[in-house]
Structure formats: C-alpha cells, structure tokens
C-alpha cells in the first residue's frame, strides 16, 4: 500500500483509490478502481488493530466466506479479498451509486407506501434467496443496511449488505461481542433476545420493523435502556401503523400484526409473503405517506450556560442533581504546562487553548473496560450529530470528515476541521450488568503546547458519562478554541447518553 499526500494517490492492494466512502471504528471503506478492467468497486480496509484481534478478523473473514457463494440481483456481490503486507485485511465488492434507506428516512421524513413496498420488495428477495438456498440468516436487517439507488423517482436498485454476522439457520443467537450487541437491538426479534435457534422469520420481523419506520418515521418499539427496548419487543403490544401513520391505510395494521408476532409461528412464512401482502395494500395508494412525526421536545432549546453565549449548550439529563456542578463557567487563560506537567480542569471550568491544539489534540483514557467505550460525538447547535468514533467498535461509528480519527493510545481530534456552531462531545459510557462508575475515571487531553486533565462525573452508579467539549468562541481577538469539562453522568447507560444528544441507539 503506497501513500502519497491524499486519498487520491493511495494505491490498496493493485486499486486506485479514487475516494474515501466512508471510515469507523474498524476501519474505511474507499471507492477504486479496478486494476484491469474498467470497473468501479467498494473496497472495505480494515485498520491494523483491528485486523490483529481475532474476533473481528474472525468476522470479516466469515462475512467474505457467505458471501462470495451469493449471485442475487438483490445481494452486494463480492469480488475479492486479501491481507496487506503490513497484516490489514481487505475486500472488494459491488459499488452500488446510492444511498442507505436510513439516509433516505432522514432526508425525505416517512416514505410514501408505494416506495417503501419497492424497497421490501427487493430486501425480501434477497433474505428469501439466502435462507432458501443457502440456509442463511442475515440476522441484521435494518435501514442502514440497505442501499437504495433512486432513478427518476423510482427505486432503481435495491441491495442488502452487511453479512457480518449472519449465520446458518442452525446457529443459535448471540446478543454481544465485547460487551456490543449484534444485530441492532431495535430491530432485534423476541427469539433472538432470548438467545433461541433462528430461522427465516427473524429476519421477516426485522423487516417488518425496518418498514414500519420507514412508513412512519419511527420503529414500532422503543425505550430509553436497553432493558426498556428488549422488553418492549418481548411483551409489548404491536402498535397501530395507521395510528402512528396518519395517512397510511388502516389494512396495512394486520399485514403488520402479523408480520410483527412475537411467535414465529403465527407470522408470514416467508419474507416474500410480507412484501406481496405489502405491494397488494400499495398498489390502490401508493402515494400514501404518514405525516412527519413532531420534533422531540426541547430540540434546540439552550440551558444558558453561564457567561459564555457563544457555547451551543445541550439538553443533558444529570444522574444526580446538582445545581453547583452548574454553576456560571470558569474561563482559565491559555495555559503552557511544563513538560510533561498536566493542567487538571475542574466541573464545569474551561480553558482556552493554545494554536497548535487546532491541528491535533489526543484524548488518553487510563484504561478501558471490555464492556464500555470513549467516543467522541461531533454536534451541531442543533443537537443532530454530524459523525462520531469511537475507540472501541459500537453503534457502526463513522466520521467520515476526519474530524475524530482512532490512535494507538486513544483518539485524535482536528478541531479546525469543525463546522461553523459545531462542537466535540467526548464521553465514555459502559453497558456492565451492575452499576459501575464510568469505565473511565478521566481522560487527559492534551496539544504539542499542553496537557489538561477533564474529570469524570461524581456520582456512584453511573453507566454513561459527558467528559468534555470541545468547541470555538468568537473573541474580540478572534476565534479560539476552548475546552469545556462538563463531567455530567447518567445511570441508565449507553443508550440514555446517546438519545440526549439526538443519536440513535442504532447508528446511526
């Protein structure tokens, strides 16, 4: 693998990058081109820690092994795979020009009927076509999975990717991997949360839950724990779509009461039965879309915090009350430690940093549980998060821009890389069985110029904690980047830290 200057000049085992698709906790995925023929591919590289553990090298290879047997207009196909010399394992596969039906939720709202019954459609297929012929369970369908090339307003192509995890029908279910949940938990059937044997029914439920948001805006079952959304999917009642949907044909709650069944047993047969009883409600209105669901409340709203209104605050929920942990912000000068000396910043203080901390500032945790992650979200004034990485593998992390890139130690940030409003959220949040305090007590952050010591949050009992922020503030002597300890926790872990700051437990 050659490197000169920009992914434009990266040569990955005889490709030419043309572009960097995307990147993440485990790796990148690049667009090339093929070394003898004039094609376009999808080349996924995984990063050197990652190809060097054995569980995710094990992943990857098994997700190129249940591939490469499948030829389905609806599946990605895989071309190739391989180890560089430096030990990182790759593979190439088809390049579809689209978009993931994720994407498409996001930037259109719920879906009309008849393009959600397109999708299905093809989505169906392609799990019909792996279970019946190869015996295979995908095991996590879900809209981020799917890529949706659109062509004059209609659906042009349609592809299920991610086979990381499938498995044979024979295979029981498995919740987690290093403390991570496979298969995303808010697509997850009953079955598979109690660790049964699966088959081809798991993922028509999965389906069936993946066309609900896409039809309405949102998944049929939610909850702020990850306790709150495994039981809801095991004892709660499946909800009304047209009740949720209003719009949508009130036929299509029983294709989903059935399709939704907690047995299996009592649902469709095949996922290609849900997508026809879908396409025969679709055909009589297939412009039937559900109005956009209302905005959370308090989205956007500001806590004011303190003497400094330039700082784009959050919505946060603290584990404990604390109005002194509130208090109006403390701005400390820029600060030189001597070598090897280490600033240490208070609850709520925030310091303003030296130049060089715009072109690189490390974040090094003490240590690191199996079961929890330091990650840092970039947000916008908003609220929405832009992208995010993460130090341990969760959630599909992605930061595409290179504003937070993993290190050897840590994660390195590029604040002058940041959007105009945008800020670096640095958390660290554990999903242990027990109440545990944060799986990091601090982290130090630290520039060419200096080092600063961010404090986590105080109270006992806590999952998920806010370390920091890392954002711009217009002086009278101009920009300046500042660094805020926040240290604010909560109890009810990953998934609680997360939907404060408007991400999805899934990825999204």
């Not at 020009?97 to 008849?114: I, M, S, V, W």
């Amino acid at each position: 693998m050659t490197v000169a200057g920009n992914d434009q000049d990266l040569e990955i085992a005889g490709y030419r990058v043309l572009d960097r698709l995307g990147a993440g906790g485990m790796g990148q995925v690049f667009l090339v081109a093929h070394p003898r023929l004039p094609r376009s591919d999808a080349l996924k590289l995984l990063d050197g820690a990652v190809s060097s553990s054995e569980e995710f090298q094990a992943r990857f290879i098994h997700e190129a092994d249940l591939l490469a047997p499948l030829s389905h207009p609806n599946i990605v196909h895989l071309y190739d795979r391989g180890r560089l010399d430096d030990g990182r394992l790759w593979l190439t596969m088809e390049y579809l020009q689209g978009t993931d039906a994720k994407q498409l939720l996001r930037e259109r709202g719920p879906l009309p009927l008849g393009l959600v019954a397109q999708i299905v459609s093809g989505v169906a297929a392609a799990l019909d076509y792996a279970y019946e012929d190869f015996s295979i369970t995908h095991r996590d369908v879900k809209p981020a999975n799917v890529l949706v090339r659109m062509r004059n307003g209609r659906v042009g192509a349609v592809k299920l990717v991610d086979f990381g995890i499938a498995k044979a029908s024979t295979e029981a279910s498995s919740l987690t991997v290093t403390g991570t949940t496979v298969g995303t938990l808010g697509y997850l059937s009953p079955e598979a949360i109690n660790g049964l044997e699966l088959d081809n029914r798991t993922d028509l439920y999965s389906l069936a839950t993946a066309a609900f948001e896409l039809l309405t805006g949102a998944p049929p079952f939610a909850g702020t724990t990850i306790a709150a959304i495994m039981g809801a999917h095991l004892y709660q009642p499946i909800p009304s779509l047209h009740l949720r949907g209003p719009g949508l044909p009130a036929e299509l709650d029983a294709v989903f009461e059935r399709a939704l069944a907690k047995d299996p047993a009592a649902r469709f047969a095949t996922s290609g039965e849900f997508a026809a009883a879908l396409a025969a409600i679709a055909a009589s209105a297939p412009d039937a879309c559900a109005a956009a669901p209302p905005a959370p409340a308090g989205e956007g709203e500001s806590d004011g915090a303190g003497d400094d209104p330039h700082y784009a605050s959050t919505t946060i929920r603290p584990a404990v009350d604390d109005p002194a942990g509130d208090a109006a912000t403390t701005v400390l000068p820029p600060s030189a430690p001597a070598p090897g000396a280490t600033v240490e910043l208070r609850r709520g203080e925030t310091v303003d940093l030296p130049v060089t901390a715009e072109e690189r500032l490390l974040l090094t945790p003490p240590g690191i549980r199996s079961d929890g992650d330091l990650f840092a979200l970039v947000v916008d004034g908003d609220r929405r998060v832009l992208s995010e990485q993460h130090l341990v593998f969760y959630n599909n992390p992605r930061d595409p821009d290179g504003i937070a890139e993993l290190a050897a130690t840590g994660l390195v940030l590029a604040p002058h890389l940041l959007p105009r409003g945008a800020r670096i959220v640095v958390a660290v949040a554990s999903d242990a069985p027990e109440p545990t305090r944060p799986t990091v007590p601090a982290v130090v952050v630290e520039c060419a110029d200096g080092a600063w010591a961010v404090p986590t949050a105080p109270e006992p009992g806590l999952r998920a904690a806010a370390l920091c922020e890392v954002y711009h503030r217009d002086t009278a002597e101009g920009p300046v980047l500042r660094l805020r300890a926040v240290a604010q926790g909560w109890t009810d872990g990953v998934a609680a830290l997360v939907s404060a700051y408007g991400v999805e437990v899934d990825e999204t």
